[in-house]
């Protein structure tokens, strides 16, 4: 017999896949091609670029920290890639370069929130304003196209490998590696002491701003990733792309049983929640739900996580 | 309390999915058809009603255009019996793809798009192409991919209609300004191309400057202008931002004669022309542009020909 902690930790941790059988059922039955091989590889792509940035989100929310500038990171990283191959930069030097300046850019949310003692939520909202205008100066309001040909960076949105599409693979991969790093490393059970007692963790001898300023370098990384695949996607930077991307992340780590407060969660989760999010909108179109009533069910859907969340943490 | 709390959440989340299924008429139907079966033309099965499924992806429906826009689209759609699945991209690009990604996963016959952004639109309406679902784009172009048709405004007419309005009330010869919208913008293009096709002969422009569709700017533009071309009697503003922002700087300096005509018929330039303040502002017909969409996309399902693009009239809103 399971004790009543035991229960509850057992519902955190199958509380999302519950969530996302029951979705995908009821979509299901309600439209029967939902399930189709075509479908489902098509939902996989569209779910990538939120799930990357939500991968990215998990680690700050796991400190107890939160990232607000993601989506204006991933405008910025993709404008910069852009800009520098329509200007005949080497594909590949210019993805580098995109995915250098986004790890940068999360680099300095880190410095200013463990040096500079602001709470994440004021920082990174600052910087969410600072990043977005930097990329409409640098853009000036408009979209970058011309990109060139490049068969390498059209793969990475529009490409298929072995039947997969190439952004699902490249989210596939990434979760894999960014379990190995929570799960069996130091810096990945420090991300969690960080989170879980600060001062605790900085007493035993663990440089807390040092975790802090590699996970939103980190994130800063992952959302330049997505800045760079979304604009492979769409074959030009958007300079407004990725806006309220920030909150679709964040529900896709809340979704995915990780506690706001830090020092409890795990990333298969938030993997779960972004498919959830991402079935959602796919479900939701597919059964021709007006987008003003999806809004709807989407935020209630988020609800209802968060209020089981606080049931079972109570 | 809680626990109650959440079995509501739950009844009301379950209720939306279940209202939702009664909205989808037929969806789970003919999804399941072959998606790279739907070369219409070679649906040669001649009966006139066939049942066709037309996607309709638009850009956003926080705009009132839009909304009138899909209107016309829905009514049309209703009128021919053809069935419509209306997606909306609020404004993103990406989701934009996404939408139109799913509308193929529903093997609709054709798709109509209304893009956000000429270059980010291009992978889907190539996706699209991979499918096999012909794409008719609609206010808005794409900049690549294979398109049956465009539908939009024709600007070129419109720019001629302010161009004939300013003859009118000046007469031959007057000395006009133009204020420009975003420089390359198609819009400011090909309104810029009709407004010269009449006042190269007919009127006399003497300073063309950009006010990037924004009030304020066209305030300081306008304000510009006057100071190096105190003696010009009227104006063509590219929208009506620009027109009610000349307007202001007109009124301020005393020039309250000066005719304005702008470009859009906004509600606030509308009441301008009522209160006799712009001279007159064209208007884009969204419902006819999105009853024009269906109408294509039958005549196309139905193997007429279609030309590559349809102007639709626009309408001078006048004293």
């Not at chain 1, 040096?115 to 602001?118: A, D, I, L, S, Y």
């Given at each position: 017999m399971l004790s009543s902690k035991q229960m509850k930790s057992l519902l955190a941790t199958i509380g999302p896949f519950i969530g996302l059988f029951l979705i995908v059922t009821v979509i299901t039955i309600l439209n029967p091609s939902f399930l189709s091989l075509s479908n489902v590889l098509n939902v996989l792509r569209q779910v990538s670029i939120n799930a990357l940035i939500a991968f990215g989100m998990t680690f700050v929310i796991l400190t107890g920290g939160i990232d607000l500038s993601v989506g204006a990171i991933l405008a910025f990283s993709g404008a910069v890639t852009a800009t520098l191959m329509a200007a005949g930069v080497d594909p590949i030097l210019a993805m580098m370069v995109g995915l250098l300046v986004g790890a940068i850019l999360g680099a300095i949310n880190g410095l200013i929130i463990s040096?500079?003692?602001?709470a994440p939520f004021i920082a990174t909202l600052a910087t969410m304003t600072i990043y977005r205008g930097l990329t409409l100066v640098f853009t000036d309001g408009r979209p970058v196209s011309g990109l060139g040909e490049s068969t390498l960076f059209e793969m990475l949105g529009r490409g298929y490998f072995f039947g997969i599409p190439v952004p699902a693979v490249t989210m596939l991969m990434s979760f894999l590696v960014l379990y190995l790093i929570l799960k069996k490393t130091t810096f990945g059970r420090r991300v969690y002491a960080v989170g879980g007692n600060e001062e605790a963790a900085i007493l035993s001898g663990i440089k807390a701003d040092r975790i802090k300023i590699y996970v939103y370098s980190l994130t800063g990384f992952l959302s330049a990733l997505a800045g760079i695949i979304l604009t492979s996607r769409l074959n030009s930077a958007q300079p407004t792309a990725g806006t309220m991307y920030e909150l679709d992340a964040i529900a896709a780590v809340v979704l995915g049983g990780t506690s706001l407060t830090g020092g409890r969660g795990w990333i298969v989760g938030t993997l779960i929640g972004a498919l959830i999010i991402g079935v959602l909108n796919n479900g939701l179109n597919l059964l021709g739900v007006s987008s003003f009533f999806q809004q709807v069910v989407k935020g209630s859907v988020i609800l209802l996580a968060v209020l089981l969340d606080r049931k079972k943490t109570a | 309390m809680k626990k109650v709390l959440v079995w509501v959440m739950f009844a009301v989340v379950g209720m939306f999915l279940l209202a939702c299924s009664t909205e989808a008429p037929g969806s789970g139907g003919n999804a399941n058809e072959d998606t790279d079966n739907t070369s219409n033309n070679a649906a040669g099965n001649d009966s006139g009603d066939a049942d066709y499924t037309v996607g309709f992806s638009i850009s956003t429906l926080n705009n009132p255009f839009f909304v009138t826009l899909q209107e016309g689209a829905e009514a049309k759609a209703e009128e021919l019996g053809i069935e419509i699945i209306m997606v909306d991209a609020q404004d993103d690009d990406a989701k934009q793809v996404n939408d139109v990604e799913d509308l193929i996963q529903q093997g609709v016959d054709v798709i109509l798009i209304n893009p956000t952004d000429s270059s980010s639109v291009v992978t889907a309406v190539s996706s699209a192409n991979d499918a096999g679902i012909p794409v008719i784009t609609v206010d808005r172009g794409a900049d690549g991919g294979d398109v049956v048709s465009h539908i939009a405004s024709d600007n070129v007419a419109g720019g001629e209609m302010a161009g004939d309005l300013l003859v009118e009330l000046l007469g031959e010869g007057a000395e006009v300004a133009e204020i420009e919208g975003i420089p390359g913008s198609s819009a400011a293009r090909e309104r810029g191309e009709g407004f010269n096709n009449i006042a190269t002969d007919a009127l006399s422009v003497v300073s063309s400057q950009t006010a990037n569709f924004n009030r304020a700017e066209g305030l300081n533009v306008m304000e510009n202008i006057l100071q190096s071309n105190p003696d010009i009697v009227g104006v063509f503003a590219h929208n009506d931002e620009m027109a009610l922002g000349a307007l202001e700087a007109a009124e301020a300096s005393g020039m309250d004669e000066l005719v304005i005509v702008g470009f859009d018929a906004t509600d606030d330039a509308v009441a301008a022309v009522e209160a006799g303040r712009l001279a007159g502002t064209v208007a884009q017909q969204p419902t006819l542009i999105g009853e024009q969409a269906l109408e294509t996309a039958l005549a196309f399902l139905q193997d007429e020909d279609v030309e590559d693009f349809i102007p639709v009239e626009l309408e001078l809103v006048r004293e």
């Open positions: 040096k500079g003692k602001v | -």
